[in-house]
């Protein structure tokens, strides 16, 4: 077992999410690269035009603008996450309230973000 420092809150109760190489690589598969993802739930997605063209400022940067955070990311990756963590017997459990929309968009997303980011610390090191 891992030590864990993120917990997200699924139907009232905390349980721990681990990032590893695992997840990386689902996040690759379901969404192409780890910085769609990262945009995703981190709410963030490039501001376009009325032709659906990137909007650029006048140093031509592209344009951010913030969004929700994407359920369907959170829904494709947080098992995944809670599966690299969790204890057998609370796996089922935390699934199931991923699974029903029993947490906080918000919240969920800032923790899964946390732990992305201290994968690749971890990673770094």
């Known amino acids: 077992m891992y030590e864990h420092t993120e917990t997200v809150v699924l139907a009232g109760k905390e349980y721990p999410i681990r990032c590893n190489i695992n997840v990386l690589a689902e996040i690759q598969e379901q969404f192409g690269t780890i910085s769609n993802f990262t945009m995703l739930i981190a709410g963030v997605r490039v501001a376009k035009d009325e032709n659906g063209n990137a909007m650029m400022d006048d140093d031509h940067k592209i344009i951010f603008e913030r969004c929700d955070p994407s359920i369907?990311?959170?829904?494709?990756?947080l098992p995944c996450m809670l599966t690299e963590a969790s204890k057998d017997t609370e796996l089922e459990e935390a699934i199931d309230a991923v699974n029903n929309a029993r947490f906080e968009l918000y919240r969920t997303a800032l923790q899964m973000h946390k732990e992305l980011d201290k994968c690749f610390e971890r990673k770094n090191v």
């Open 72 to 77: 369907r990311a959170i829904a494709a990756i």
